[in-house]
Nanobody, 124 residues
Framework: QVQLVESGGGSVQAGGSLRLSCAAS????????LGWFRQAPRKEREGVAT???????SYVDSVKGRFTLSKDSAKNTLYLQMNTLKPEDTAMYYC??????????????????WGQGTQVSVSS
């Protein structure tokens, strides 16, 4: 049974930083595509970053240069380091995994397994 458990969300002021974690079980993170997504109120869920062994990491344009996705294979954990946060980054952030090795884009519909989410709030 695949489980993804996010943590690390919180409230920060603009310009601040947070690091999100996603502890995975039942799925070796080195084998499959993983990603971070977010959903703000009244908006559709959007892809933030993905990682796989073919293309490495990919980011949505709005977070390039500010967010960094990484993983610790020994802990089977995915991270999202978020720097220079902006109010528009406010959203529920979700960790997700595909059941295939390749990511093929930042499309939520491609991902089968989801965590419960962690809230990020950025004030101006």
């Amino acid at each position: 049974q695949v489980q993804l458990v996010e943590s690390g969300g919180g409230s920060v002021q603009a310009g601040g930083s947070l690091r999100l974690s996603c502890a995975a079980s039942g799925l070796p993170i080195n084998t499959y595509c993983l990603g971070w997504f977010r959903q703000a109120p009244r908006k559709e869920r959007e892809g933030v970053a993905t990682i796989d062994s073919f293309r490495g990491t990919s980011y949505v344009d709005s977070v390039k240069g500010r967010f960094t996705l990484s993983k610790d294979s020994a802990k089977n954990t995915l991270y999202l380091q978020m720097n220079t946060l902006k109010p528009e980054d406010t959203a529920m952030y979700y960790c997700a995994a595909r059941n295939v090795p390749s990511c093929s884009g930042l499309y939520p519909s491609n991902f089968r397994f989801w965590g419960q989410g962690t809230q990020v709030s950025v004030s101006s």
